[in-house]
């Protein structure tokens, strides 16, 4: 046994100790980050991997703003791979493969098609995928009936212009622009169709120019994945559909099992970054890296939803935790991340000055209209449901995956919970949310003097508090409105 002296220590614990700054104003700050070797954030803010934090909508509104969403895995790999689709689909500059129709299926079925994939328009090919025209929602709409074949209503092959796969969004937004036309196919010398443009996509890429994208101009997104061999399958599902990076989603990531894993899954998928965790210790991070972790996940029980220290008496409080991990990470070059107990941009900015690369936020996105988490209203107010993945009901909807029989009340019984169930306040939208926190941040750099986040590490002086430095910290002697 060991008893270490020093006393570790949390969020609440410390205060950033205000520094001569040359910063005249906060949008002055760069927040951008590397959230791992290769790929680049522009703010640094992650989105759990929680059933009631991260599926597809929650996953591109992140990475619209700038950050990143890791998918949760509680779900089937077809449906997991399903949600990478939609994310990658969301908004690219190119659409790889464009929803087709054949020349003879009618106009009412073309109409249904566009409104069930929330689209403006279909390439009609032949079976051999080669261009027979378009077909667009205004065609539909003007077609004078449902049941002519879609040949007559579309715009056809000799009237389209087109262009090669290698198009680059300039000269596309040009040639949409001096055509004033929608959509520009891709084809290769056969005439098959490659690939589409459209200005719908071209216009959504003003709307978010900090967006976090792959070298196709798709939003990029992580998905997480478990220690089990069957993972192996779940990644590849994910990573045909262009899942950007991998996240070995283990509760106890210092362990056999998870070292493994992570090499198994640098063997199997070597070009795929690959997030390790979760640890909270320097030779966790160490035996990670060695494994062949790009970036390490640091918290264990830190969680909002968290019980993990109260039934098995480990952890270690989060900005300790974070602090030694980092001097680790950064000696190897590995960023770090932390994940888990930060309630405020306050809480960020010190999580980035202990070293950390990056943010994982479960419970301040819990609340958002794109989680995925059960709104519900008690006494008047709106909230939504956020549960921890080792709770007792997110134990027991794993165990359902797969059964068609009711679960016996032993089955419940079983559970020994590491997560509780609970409710969060409605928060309105994540773009709004990420607005005040990186807003907090950048005001927090300046209160540094730092312009970027490595400048921050540097610079970065902590303060430990008493409780009644606490209380001074917060509003006190007032009645807050
Ligand atoms: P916040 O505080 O942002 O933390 O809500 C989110 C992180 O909490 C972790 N997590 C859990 N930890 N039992 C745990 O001990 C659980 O049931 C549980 N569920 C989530 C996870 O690291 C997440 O990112």
Redesign the pocket.
Known sequence: MKLRAETGLTFDDVLLVPKHSDVTSRSAVDTSTELMPGIRLAIPIIS???DTVTEAPMAIAMAQAGGIGILHRFMSVEEQAAQVRQVKRSESFIVEHPHTISPRALVGEARQRMRQEGIGGLVVTTEDNRLLGIITTRDVLLAPDDALPVEVAMTPRERLLVATQDERWESARQILYENRIEKLPLVDAQDRVVGLITSRDIIKLHDHPQATKDAKGRLRVGVAVGAHPEDVERAAACIQEGADLLVLDV?HGHADHALEMIQRLKREFPGIPLIG??VATPEGVRDMHAAGADAV?V??????????RIITGFGVPQLSAVLECAREGQRLGVPIIA?????TSGDITKALAAGASTV?????L?GTDESPGVAVVRQGRRYKI??????LT?NMARKRVGLDEELSPNDWEQVV????EAMVPYRGKVADILYQLVGGLRSGLSYAGAHTIPELWERAEFIRITPAGQRESAPHDVNVM
Request: glycine share 24%.
């Open positions: 759990a991997n929680m509760a965790g979760n996940k918290g264990v029980g830190a969680g909002s939803i968290c019980i993990t994940d888990g107990g930060i309630r994982m936020l479960g419970n301040l819990a956020v549960r921890g993945m080792a709770s997110a919970p590491e997560g509780v």
